[in-house]
């Protein structure tokens, strides 16, 4: 599998700032998500990040608010804008199509995620 | 979109013993993937299985993609095992990648 890193892994933020979140592979993949754990819930998808175009984002999600950058295929941020209480979650990316060996073609990863949690 | 949903909500057991969770889907499916999160948040992949059935070591996983269940299996639990366990799919047709989660089975092991 991939080796996919977090940045930050943790950040304790005003309400009415922005929080960039980074997240970074280990080899060049496909598809790059980005999801929302709020707490005690699932998981729920915020959007796909695109490699050179505007993200596909979710019902319920927005640009101006989670604004998303994939300047190549091994990077990708979410900047969490205009940050409320409501907002603190766990922020996790996700990939999928990295080959080689026997990982399955389909098979998405999780990365470490970013725990958020808004004063 | 597609419906998922995991049973039971909540598992207590006692190490040693056996335990099944359940995922039902609404739709045709293109991925099935089963997660255990740890307590720090990670999100560990147990088991690509869109159908048919696969093990590892005491855990195994079965889907029946056309009565659109799949149930995963844990043999001899210990402590370790706890966690949260998510069943997420990827609709048929052109979902390109989305999973959809179901609300977790919370596991607790006891010594």
């Known amino acids: 599998s991939a080796v996919i890193s977090q940045k930050p892994s943790r950040d304790i933020c005003q309400r009415g700032t922005s929080l960039t979140i980074q997240c970074q592979v280990d080899s060049q993949v496909t598809m790059m998500f980005w999801y929302r754990q709020q707490p005690g819930q699932s998981l729920t998808l915020i959007a796909t990040?695109?490699?050179?175009?505007?993200?596909?984002?979710e019902s319920g999600f927005v640009i101006d608010k989670f604004p998303i950058s994939r300047p190549n295929l091994t990077f990708s941020t979410l900047t969490v804008s205009n940050m409320s209480p409501e907002d603190s979650s766990i922020y996790l990316c996700?990939?999928?199509?990295f080959g080689g060996g026997t990982t399955t073609y389909n098979e998405q990863f999780f990365g470490p995620g970013t725990r958020l949690t808004v004063l | 979109g597609i419906q998922v949903e995991q049973s039971p909500p909540d598992l207590i057991l006692q190490e040693g013993a056996n335990s099944t969770l359940r995922c039902n889907f609404s739709d045709s499916v293109n991925n099935l993937q089963w997660f255990h999160q740890n307590p720090w948040g990670q999100l560990i992949n147990l088991f690509y299985?869109?159908?048919g059935t696969k093990q590892n070591g005491r855990l195994s996983a079965t889907t029946v993609a056309t009565e659109r269940y799949s149930l995963l299996y844990i043999s001899s639990s210990q402590t370790t095992d706890s966690g949260v366990y998510f069943c997420a799919v990827e609709a048929g047709g052109t979902s390109y990648g989305k999973l959809t989660f179901g609300q977790g089975t919370i596991l607790t092991v006891h010594p």
């Open positions: 299985i869109p159908s």
């Open positions: 990040a695109n490699q050179g175009s505007e993200a596909t984002y």
């Open positions: 996700s990939v999928e199509g």
